[in-house]
């Protein structure tokens, strides 16, 4: 789920220092966080609930290695809708979004109405997913797939 950013909070150096301690370190101590940022304890757990209860922190999770869970081929996926009605645009979307194989999916604008990274095991469940899975959801009038060979940079939030 995505803030939805009508007012922007107002982060400060100590603010903007706690995410990129919580984003390379989801797991860590409230003690060390706060000993790592140069605030009492009390004070940093303040600031984090404050963070959380404003919507800039979603939540906690574990990065994984797609590569040990057999997951090793990304793409990523520019498609195109056909102008058709919303109700059928909800219906591809939903179809699309339901797929255990999209990872993730981004509205865009440009060429493309959306951008979604695929996984796969290999190359040729890639091919299968892609023509018997994707170009198959009714609604979807182009669908132009990158290969990712290695990710060069990965982080959930630009410092």
Known sequence: MVRSATKPLRLDEIDQNI?????????????????????????????????????????????????????????????????????????ALETLLSSPHVASCYRVLGPHDMCAQITAVDLAELDQILNKELRQISGIQILETMVVTRALKEHPWPR
Request: hydrophobic letters at 40%; glycine letters at 8%; aromatic letters at 2%.
């Open 19 to 91: 995410l990129s301690a919580l984003t390379q370190q989801g797991r860590i101590s409230n003690a060390s966080l706060a000993r790592q940022v140069g605030l009492s304890e009390s004070a940093t757990l303040e600031r984090v609930r404050r963070l959380e209860k404003s919507g800039i922190i979603l939540g906690y999770s574990a990065r994984v290695v797609p590569d040990a869970l057999g997951q090793g081929t990304m793409a990523i996926a520019n498609l195109r809708m056909i102008a058709s009605s919303p109700e059928e645009q909800a219906a």
